[in-house]
């Protein structure tokens, strides 16, 4: 039975609790700073990390005169735009007929072993592409990856037209807290930034009034170990111990 991001969610906060010894001493958190450091240490895995990004495909449906369109905010970036067929800037149909094709299909596909041959196949894929970059089967396209809208530098007279996105993305929240990789990172980073939170807090005063002088508080000592924590896990990212990818030659 697979988890939802709450129960995922969840056991990363019992973990943050538990390590921080709750049940034995009063944990000052609450459930929202569990959820602000777990935030943050998904936001600073996705900076940080190759493994947070994946490529993927989207299906986007083109309506009558628009061009612009606002993607979901998990794409980064787009690069590049496909339609199914040859193109056409008449419509959509257009391109769905074309008598090469309907010849090659004929002479090369129906009678396979007889006629025909790779060469063939070849050039018949290379007059796909001739003829999709003279009749608009490439679609040119601008793309600001703050406000995630992409604007189609085509005039569309009809509209129903599904094209294809070819995207880099965030992968999803599900996906980074399910991966045995990612996850063990996650917590831990949610750990420090949960002992920062109480550090920050626990340092606004020095002690706490009581018999016998009070009692002396440990917020500078949890908010040196919360950033040495930090810093030992944003190593590790340069270590690749996540799974992702590590770099490739550069030149230039």
Do not use: C
């Not at 935030?39 to 993927?56: D, G, I």
């Not at 129903?160 to 996650?186: A, F, M």
């Amino acid at each position: 039975m697979s988890s939802t991001v709450d129960q995922l969610r969840d056991n990363i906060a019992d973990y943050v609790f538990d390590r921080l010894g709750s049940g034995i001493v009063d944990v000052e958190l609450d459930k929202k700073h569990i959820d602000t450091a777990i935030n943050r240490a998904l936001q600073r895995y996705r900076q940080r990390a190759q493994n947070s990004v994946e490529e993927s495909y989207a299906v986007l449906t083109i309506n009558k005169e628009q061009s612009d369109y606002t993607l979901p905010q998990e794409i980064i970036t787009v690069r590049q735009v496909f339609r199914r067929g040859i193109g056409s800037v008449t419509g959509t149909t257009a391109s769905q007929f074309e008598p090469f094709a309907s010849g090659y299909l004929n002479t090369y596909m129906l009678v396979a072993g007889r006629v025909g041959g790779l060469a063939s196949y070849d050039m018949f894929t290379q007059y796909q592409e001739l003829a999709m970059r003279m009749f608009g089967g490439h679609i040119n396209f601008t793309w600001n990856p703050v406000t995630k809208k992409i604007s189609l530098i085509r005039k569309f007279p009809v509209g129903g037209e599904d094209v294809i996105l070819w995207t880099y993305n965030y992968k999803p929240e599900i996906t980074l807290l399910s991966d045995y990789l990612i996850q063990p990172w996650i917590q831990d980073y949610a750990l420090a930034v949960s002992k920062d939170i109480i550090g920050q807090a626990r340092e606004k005063f020095g002690s706490i009034a009581g018999p016998q002088g009070g009692t002396q508080l440990n917020g500078g000592a949890l908010k040196a170990e919360a950033k040495e924590e930090m810093d030992r896990l944003e190593e590790e990212l340069k270590k690749f111990v996540d799974g992702s990818q590590p770099y490739t030659f550069v030149i230039g």
